[in-house]
């Protein structure tokens, strides 16, 4: 889910890790490309859903609202992002840098940038925000579907946008690589959720694979783990994903105030 470019080369080596630690803990050949595969044109539902996936990183929207029944969770990457909660994250809501308001209410008259509507780092999260401090109503005069979290720090960049919330992981890749991001600031941050799972297809074996998994992030190579901001990998359970469930019941309340 986070393919930058520049981040490729160390994810190559963790798939390696990650066959290489399946063959030598079942002592079976897994068929497998020598790399990640990055360029499938198809649609990622048909993707996440296929009955051959190995292995892949899905959103947690998703996964809880329509993937749950068609797919078995291996666990979640831990990012370092929330202290005391290994695999959890949150988005970073972000304005232009000289944007006088200071506060989210200050935004009734603002075009809000989303990447999706089942992402729920850029859409739900800040639905769920409004929810929780405004109530449920319609806050956003505007709201521009961009496709991606760099995207929308384009759109707000350019002035197209006022405001947007982002993955607080894409936001540090994006603080790392994306020069436009200077002309942002964070106006604050959205409550905490379980991360972005890696899952399988319902056939395969579970715990091969989360064993596997939990092993090639440990054998990575330091400057490897550096580039990934990886730290770790956190045994989740649908159960944990069942608060992104419930929130969604408010945000999707929020979600039909502005047409969406």
Known sequence: MYDFPQLRAASNRLWA?????????????????????????????????????????????????????????????????????????NSVIVVQQDDPRTDLR????????????????????????????????????????????????????????????????SWRLLKRYEPKTKMLRQLTSTSPTPGLPYITAATNKISELTNATESAIAALANTDKLTLELQGLWRSTTQDYELLKRRAERSMEVLRKHDL
């Open 17 to 89: 890790n990650i066959v290489t630690e399946l063959q030598r803990s079942t002592h079976t050949t897994y068929p497998h490309t020598p790399t990640l595969s990055w360029a499938l044109k198809k649609d990622p539902y048909a993707i996440w859903q296929d009955p051959n996936l190995l292995f892949s990183q899905t959103c947690g929207y998703p996964y809880i609202t329509v993937l749950q029944n068609n797919v078995s969770l291996i666990g979640t990457p831990d990012y370092g992002l929330i202290k005391h909660k290994p695999g959890w994250y």
């Open 106 to 169: 200050e935004f009734s008259t603002a075009t809000f940038a989303f990447n999706s509507t089942d992402s729920q780092s850029g859409c739900h999260a800040m639905m769920f925000a409004i929810h929780e401090s405004l109530g449920n109503r319609r806050l956003f005069t505007q709201c521009v579907r961009t496709g991606s979290h760099a995207n929308s720090v384009e759109a707000i960049a350019s002035g197209e946008c006022d405001i947007a919330a982002i993955d607080a992981m």
